[in-house]
């Protein structure tokens, strides 16, 4: 018979090294806790390779990593680019990083696919054949053609939805005792009022971490409310962007240089918002104002005011928390005093109108 953990984690992404960590923190005890992985090293973080090692400037190195080649039958016409590409960037945000791109001296070359590599006998790739019989000379390939989730394992005994796995709230699937995190994990995402799965490294640390809270002190830990977010960094640009794009994209800033943005407004809200070159308190501030959803009437006085919008909504005091409210014995709801001359008053009030029913009765009595 096999040994015997505690929790298992399947898998040796991000989400096993975060999970495996915050389970270290809580106290898990040696030969408790295993990692069952197909990678021969410990979970490391991914974006170390696009934001740091393929960087000139001071890269990053890692313990090790994989990359891999593959190619598809779908053609990627004029038609596929501006159904897919814009699937996160508007046209005119598109447009500004391919110029940018293109300026920086990176060809893109569109309407065709990857037929197959040439390869010397070191084992080298020397050249790339594209499917319209183009053959490209080259030193290095990087193969970001994404992921699906592997969820084979799991067909028949869990539910599956959005191309996951379901889970609640605290992560946790139809099967009480297995949770999932991560890219392949289909969650309820309060700000949308649906469940969705995201692919992107900082859902999976932060799922990761709850979830390791779920299991163990799961009477004090809250649901799961996750704001979607995403980023990156290229050349010296960087951007994050928060919420939805789903609705009406509005844009602001200058699109002629370096700091520039986007609202998406649906059914009457702020459900989506993106920023190029900001600080971290601009940052900060349109992530807040995402996720309170603010009203918008005017579409053309949100694009006047810009990240205005959005710093002001986070200057403006939050209303005044009502007062705790309590049920009497009797059923009828109360506010609990929130201060001691409250009670005090109370006290005082009462004893006043004992005091008058009395007069009032004796006099009454009199008549």
């Not at 039958?73 to 508007?90: A, M």
């Not at 163990?216 to 640009?237: I, Q």
Request: net charge neutral; aromatic share 12%; with cysteine.
């Amino acid at each position: 018979m096999g040994r015997a953990f505690l929790y298992v984690i399947l898998g040796g992404g991000v989400a096993a090294g975060y999970a495996a960590l915050e389970f270290t923190k809580r106290g898990v005890s040696p030969g408790e806790l295993c990692i069952i992985s197909e990678e021969s090293v410990a979970p490391y973080e991914r974006p170390a390779l696009s934001k740091g090692y393929l960087l000139p400037e001071d890269p990053a190195r890692l313990p090790s990593f994989h990359t891999c080649i593959g190619a598809h039958e779908e053609r990627l016409t004029t038609k596929w680019y501006k159904e897919h590409v814009p699937r996160l960037f508007t046209p005119k945000i598109a447009n500004y990083y391919e110029e940018y791109y293109e300026a920086k001296g990176v060809k893109f070359i569109k309407g065709t696919v990857l037929n197959s590599l040439d390869v010397n006998t070191d084992g080298k790739v020397t050249a790339v054949n594209l499917k319209d019989g183009t053959k490209i000379p080259t030193d290095m390939v990087v193969a970001g053609i994404g992921i699906r989730p592997n969820t084979s394992l799991f067909e028949g005994q869990l539910s599956l939805e959005k191309g996951g796995i379901k889970v609640n709230r605290h992560m946790q699937t139809s099967h009480a005792s297995v949770y999932a995190v991560g890219d392949v994990a289909a969650f309820p995402v309060k700000l949308f009022g649906e469940t969705r799965r995201l692919e992107h490294v900082d859902s999976a640390r932060k799922s990761a971490m709850h979830v390791v809270a779920s299991i163990m002190e799961p009477e004090k830990t809250d649901d799961f409310d996750y704001l979607p977010f995403f980023y990156s960094r290229v050349f010296a640009l960087s951007w994050q962007f928060y919420g939805d794009n789903a609705g009406e994209a509005v844009h602001f800033g200058d699109y002629s240089g370096k700091s520039f943005g986007a609202y998406w407004v649906n059914n009457g809200h702020l459900v989506g918002s993106f920023l190029e070159g900001g600080t971290k308190e601009e940052y900060k501030a349109l992530a807040n104002a995402t996720r309170l959803k603010p009203p918008v009437e005017n579409l053309a006085e949100l694009e006047r005011q810009g990240l205005s919008f959005a710093l002001d909504i986070n200057q403006t005091p939050p209303p005044p928390a009502l007062p705790p409210v309590e049920v009497s014995p009797s059923g009828l709801a109360m506010e609990k005093p929130l201060y001691a001359w409250h009670a005090t008053a109370g006290v005082i009030l009462a004893a006043s109108i004992a005091a008058f029913a009395y007069w009032y009765g004796r006099r009454r009595r009199r008549w």
